[in-house]
């Protein structure tokens, strides 16, 4: 009888409990942390049980905390990936025009000395333009490396629109269509905003 007793006693106070958390920690293999720990009581048994409650709850937490830096870190590759094509397509626009003008030189022969110093001017400008670009990719790299709120830059949308027609000339010139614009000579600036 008093075997019995003790072994009901050693069942319900220490084979029990040890059993639940077995199973318990069979749930956090199987990727499972929403439970509680199916152990109370106050003696040693309970004492590891709230400590493996502790260690499940930071365990979740690091695994959480790991799944939030690679979606940002997926999200981050994805703007990347966008900014390097939007550069590449920024870039290759000069490109083209430098070459255009370049050709345009090579191609007529005895060509008006205005026409090849404006084709030259160009050819200057979009230089520029392709080496102000290179500037703002490294000042933007600059940037992304620190924590910073929204930047302004204002824009000469005059200079701009100029810029634009100046651009597309060439091929206008190509197709026989001449391209004119009416600015007023006040100053028009536009703000962006850069995140």
């Keep these: 009888m008093i075997l019995f007793i003790f072994s009901f006693i050693l069942s319900t106070k220490i084979v029990i409990p040890i059993i639940k958390l077995n199973k318990d ?3 956090i293999s199987n990727g499972n942390f929403n439970f509680d720990v199916s152990v109370k009581s106050n003696d040693e048994i309970g004492e590891l049980a709230q400590s493996f409650e502790m260690m499940k709850i930071k365990i979740k937490n690091q695994i959480d905390t790991i799944k939030k830096d690679r979606d940002n870190l997926i999200k981050s590759e994805s703007h990347r990936k966008v900014f390097y094509d939007n550069v590449t397509h920024e870039i290759k626009t000069p490109l083209t025009i430098i070459d255009g003008y370049a050709q345009m ?3 007529e022969e005895g060509q008006e000395k ?3 110093i404006k084709a030259a001017s160009k050819i200057k400008n979009e230089s520029n ?3 102000n670009m290179i500037i703002d990719i490294l000042n933007l790299s600059k940037l992304e490396s620190k924590s910073s709120n929204d930047l302004k830059e204002k824009i ?3 200079m ?3 810029n634009i027609c100046c651009q597309i000339s060439i091929k206008a010139k190509k197709y026989e269509i001449s391209i004119e614009k ?3 000579d006040t100053f028009m600036y536009m703000q962006i905003v850069m995140t």
Aim: proline residues 0%; hydrophobic residues 50%.
């Design 105 to 107: 030189i090579l191609d």
């Design 129 to 131: 333009k392709l080496i």
């Design 160 to 162: 701009m629109i100029e």
């Design 182 to 184: 009416q600015l007023e």
């Design 25 to 27: 920690t069979q749930e």
């Design 156 to 158: 000469d949308v005059k």
């Design 114 to 116: 205005n026409i090849v």
